[in-house]
């Protein structure tokens, strides 16, 4: 396994251990989806993701589906792929600001960690987007094929210089 890739499973498991749960053993589905094993009643979601600048890892435990993400701000990549995971008014709506992107995208991969694999970014996954400060300050409406949901969204700590990080997590039980 590549140095990288040592480095987010030794930060997922940092992230378990932080909540208690360093014991959990942690099998994955067909699709690829992390499940809790022997414990069917425990919803889990895992997000990795590093840059040149770090490694950033975060872990969601819930009884009822749920999704997290960590997403850096990557202006150019984000813009261009874009088109493939915002419908048409989104486009319109978030712009080209790297930071309403890597939320978007944040929101979208909870939404779909929670409810998919089956699921088109594009047609199936909504985000209302309400501008970054309410964003922040009270979540983001979602929807998923037509379901509604609220998701958290938060910047993480990061050191001068480097590239800002996004968590988002949900859906969140108002």
Known sequence: ?????????????????????SDLRIAHNAEGKPEAFHRPEV??????????????AAVAFSD????????????????????????EPELAELGTSPA????????????FKAFGPAL????DL????????TARAAGVTGHVRGRKGRYHLAPLQRAK??????VALGPIRD
Request: aromatic fraction near 8%.
């Open 120 to 123: 088109d970014f594009r047609t």
């Open 161 to 166: 210089g480097h590239a800002p990080v996004w």
């Open 64 to 87: 009822s589906a749920i999704g997290i993400d960590v997403e850096a701000e990557r202006g150019d990549q984000l813009q261009r792929i874009a088109p493939r995971f915002l419908s």
């Open 100 to 111: 309403e992107l890597a939320a978007a995208w944040a929101i979208k991969e909870c939404m």
């Open 1 to 21: 396994m590549p140095p990288a890739r040592q480095l987010e499973h030794w930060c997922v498991d940092q992230a378990f251990h932080a909540i208690g749960q």
């Open 126 to 133: 909504e985000v209302v987007w309400c501008g970054m400060e």
């Open 43 to 56: 919803h889990l979601s895992i997000a990795h993701h590093n840059t040149a600048d770090g490694c950033w």
